[in-house]
């Protein structure tokens, strides 16, 4: 979803998400300025695509709002919560949920890693060894469900020949 047009390197809400009640609310509550760092936090925290998606749950808000936040003492009130719920359902297809959920196994098998004791009498070398092959098919699954999330999302900003939608021709 494109949720914001870059003009004169300053990002607007799109004509599309001010369609959405949620995101048009955040957009006419207050300053203009606020709403925009709203929308961004809204969008990277759930943008299946967002760089951001490289850190932990845990770590991603801390990092957005240091990036993106000018707001002292800011939270994610009910209008975040509740556009963050939007753009979240807007984007989802049983690929995207798919893959969120084997991205979720992922990260519970690194932290599995990241824990495990290897002083311990108690340890399997070999069964450590076994999963951490097992590990490598999983991110390969990973990636082709990222490539068919993308090629789901792209519907409709092809054109002929197989180019892609410019920003100037929406």
């Not at 209008?79 to 991205?103: F, G, S, V, W």
């Not at 290897?118 to 070999?126: C, E, G, T, V």
Request: charged content about 30%.
């Amino acid at each position: 979803m494109n949720l914001f047009i870059i003009k004169n390197n300053s990002p607007t809400p799109s004509p599309e998400a001010l369609l959405i009640p949620e995101f048009k609310a955040l957009w006419e509550r207050g300053k203009k300025a606020h709403a925009t760092e709203d929308l961004a936090y809204v969008h990277f925290m759930v943008d299946y695509q967002s760089p951001y998606r490289a850190y932990p749950p845990d770590d991603r808000a801390n990092e957005i709002c240091k990036d993106h936040i000018s707001r002292n003492g800011w939270v994610e009130d009910v209008q975040i919560k509740a556009a963050m719920d939007k753009y979240d359902r807007l984007q989802q297809t049983p690929t995207l949920r798919l893959l969120r959920a084997i991205e979720h196994t992922l990260e519970e098998i690194t932290i599995y890693f990241e824990t495990i004791d290897f002083k311990s009498n108690k340890m399997d070398i070999k069964k450590i060894i076994e999963s951490a092959e097992k590990v490598e098919k999983l991110t390969i699954t990973i990636k082709s469900l990222q490539d068919k999330v993308k090629s789901e999302q792209n519907i409709g900003s092809t054109v002929r020949g197989g180019g892609l939608i410019g920003d100037y021709e929406r």
